[in-house]
C-alpha cells in the first residue's frame, strides 16, 4: 500500500483564498484524522470521520473550516477564506477498528502559507 | 480525564550515548501507549507500541516498557546515531469502547552530535 496520500505538499496562498486539502487514507481504514502542527500550539486534531460521517469536530478553530469524507477513499479540509494565522502543517492519519488498536499511519502532511 | 506528560526537551547528546526520554500518563482502565517520532520535514512515523501492562515494545533499538505500577513509558536506546535526530511523541488510546482518538504528550525533541 503506498500509504496515506496528502495532496498538495506545498500551499502559497495569499490572505482571503480559499484552499482545499486532500487525503487519501490506507485502503480498508475505516478511521481518518485532520490534525494541524504548528511551532506555537504543537499537534492538534481539527476533527475526525469513522466510515465516513464526523465523530468529533470539536477541533476545527472556527467556521472558516470545514471537512469533508464523500467516500471511503477521500477526504478535503477547505479554509474559507484563509488568514495568515492559518499557515501550519496540515497532516492526515488513518487507522482501523477493532482490538488491538495498532496507531495511525500518518500522511506526509501539507505546508501551507499563508501570506 | 486521560493525559500524557513528556519531559521537556530539547535533549542534546553525543553519538553514542545512552537515552531515555521520560513519558507518564493518567488514564482509566487499560490504555494502549505508542511512541511515534518525527524527523525533519516529515510526518509522524509510529516508532513502537504496547497494548498491554508489562508489555515492552521495540523498534529500530528503541525499547518502552508499559509500566501500570508507575503509570509510566519511558522511551530508551543504548547508543543513539545522528540519524536519531528527530521529535518524539508519547500518545496513549483509551481503549474505551471503539474510541480511537490519541491522547498525546507535547513532543521531545533530539539533537544528537557527532
Known amino acids: 500500500d503506498a500509504g496515506v496520500i496528502q495532496s498538495p505538499r506545498h500551499e502559497v496562498t495569499e490572505m482571503g483564498q480559499e484552499v482545499t486539502l486532500r487525503c487519501k487514507p490506507i485502503?480498508?481504514?475505516?478511521?481518518l484524522f485532520w490534525y494541524r502542527q504548528t511551532m506555537m500550539r504543537g499537534l492538534e486534531l481539527l476533527i475526525y470521520?469513522?466510515?465516513?460521517?464526523?465523530?468529533?469536530d470539536s477541533g476545527m478553530p472556527e467556521d472558516r473550516f470545514s471537512a469533508k469524507m464523500p467516500n471511503a477513499s477521500f477526504s478535503t479540509l477547505k479554509i474559507q477564506p484563509s488568514e495568515p494565522r492559518d499557515s501550519a502543517v496540515y497532516f492526515c492519519?488513518?487507522?482501523?477498528?477493532?482490538?488491538?488498536?495498532?496507531?495511525?499511519?500518518f500522511g506526509s502532511g501539507t505546508r501551507l502559507t499563508v501570506v | 480525564g486521560n493525559s500524557v506528560t513528556q519531559m521537556e526537551g530539547p535533549v542534546t547528546l553525543s553519538e553514542e550515548a545512552f537515552l531515555t526520554i521520560n513519558c507518564t500518563y493518567t488514564a482509566t482502565g487499560y490504555p494502549s501507549l505508542f511512541w511515534y517520532v518525527q524527523y525533519p520535514g516529515e510526518g509522524l512515523q509510529l516508532l513502537l507500541k504496547a497494548t498491554k501492562a508489562d508489555d515492552k515494545g521495540s523498534n529500530k533499538g528503541f525499547e518502552a516498557t508499559y509500566r501500570k505500577e508507575t503509570t509510566s513509558f519511558h522511551l530508551e536506546k543504548g547508543s543513539v546515531q545522528v540519524s536519531d535526530s528527530a521529535v518524539y511523541f508519547c500518545?496513549?488510546?483509551?481503549?474505551?469502547?471503539?474510541?480511537?482518538?490519541?491522547?498525546w504528550g507535547l513532543g521531545t525533541s533530539l539533537a544528537v552530535n557527532p
Open positions: 492519519a488513518s487507522s482501523l477498528s477493532g482490538a488491538p488498536f495498532h496507531g495511525y499511519t
Open positions: 470521520f469513522n466510515n465516513n460521517v464526523p465523530i468529533d
Open positions: 485502503s480498508g481504514h475505516d478511521y
Open positions: 500518545a496513549l488510546s483509551s481503549n474505551a469502547g471503539n474510541n480511537r482518538k490519541l491522547i
